[in-house]
């Protein structure tokens, strides 16, 4: 530990490597009475991602995306998440990322794109950040069937809804993944659609 850091990486093991990689650290920590700890921790790393909201303001929807996730089946639920589109940065920067993800998933192209806010889902094992925004599109705005890449096993569905419904999905626990509800939940307290 330097004077500066009261945290201290004493050793880094990477458990596994493949689409992302498992690494575990064991820190020195300094805790707050001066008491020296070690703590190990396994931290999950693919990137960094982008995410965004489409919405349609004249007609006061929203599109979102239907697609599987494993890990929402493992824990005995259905598996078929409601989602804004999002994907990882690779070598593009955020907005790039946002704009081709939601080409990719929905074919639509936002006329414009508002940067929203940073959040990282799962900070306690994930190091990943999600750079979120906000499109806004109308029909002009539709270039593509979507449904995301084959070549990538991503078949996904189309979800257009009613602001008002998503808040109330959100409610009702059937929109909950966590980046999906930030960002209706930020268009909400922003006010980029008013509810009725």
């Known amino acids: 530990m330097s004077e500066t850091s009261p945290i201290a990486i004493k050793s880094k093991k990477i458990l596994a490597s493949a689409w992302g990689s498992l690494t575990e650290y064991v820190?020195?920590?300094?805790?707050?009475?001066?008491a020296p700890v070690q703590l190990v921790r396994e931290i999950y790393d693919h990137g960094s991602a982008a995410a965004i909201l489409?919405?349609?303001?004249?007609?006061?929807?929203?599109?979102?995306?239907?697609q599987f996730r494993l890990p929402p089946h493992l824990n005995g639920e259905d598996g078929?998440?409601?989602?804004?589109?999002?994907?990882?940065?690779d070598a593009d920067d955020p907005?790039?990322?946002?704009?081709?993800?939601?080409l990719e998933e929905t074919g639509i192209v936002p006329s414009s794109l508002r940067p929203a806010f940073e959040i990282y889902a799962s900070p306690g094992s994930l190091s990943e950040k999600i750079h979120c925004f906000v499109g806004f599109y109308d029909a002009?705005?539709?270039?593509?069937?979507?449904?995301?890449?084959a070549?990538?096993?991503?078949?996904?569905?189309?979800?257009?809804?009613?602001?008002?419904?998503?808040?109330?999905?959100?409610?009702?626990?059937?929109?909950?993944?966590?980046?999906?509800v930030a960002l209706i939940q930020h268009a909400a307290l922003k006010g980029l659609l008013s509810t009725s």
């Open 151 to 180: 070549e990538e096993g991503e078949e996904i569905e189309l979800v257009e809804i009613g602001f008002d419904a998503a808040l109330d999905m959100i409610d009702n626990g059937h929109i909950v993944d966590a980046k999906t």
């Open 54 to 66: 489409l919405l349609d303001s004249e007609r006061r929807v929203m599109t979102l995306v239907r």
């Open 27 to 34: 820190l020195g920590v300094k805790r707050a009475d001066g």
């Open 80 to 89: 078929n998440m409601i989602e804004v589109c999002a994907g990882l940065l």
């Open 95 to 102: 907005e790039t990322c946002a704009k081709k993800e939601a």
């Open 140 to 149: 002009a705005c539709r270039r593509g069937p979507g449904g995301g890449l």
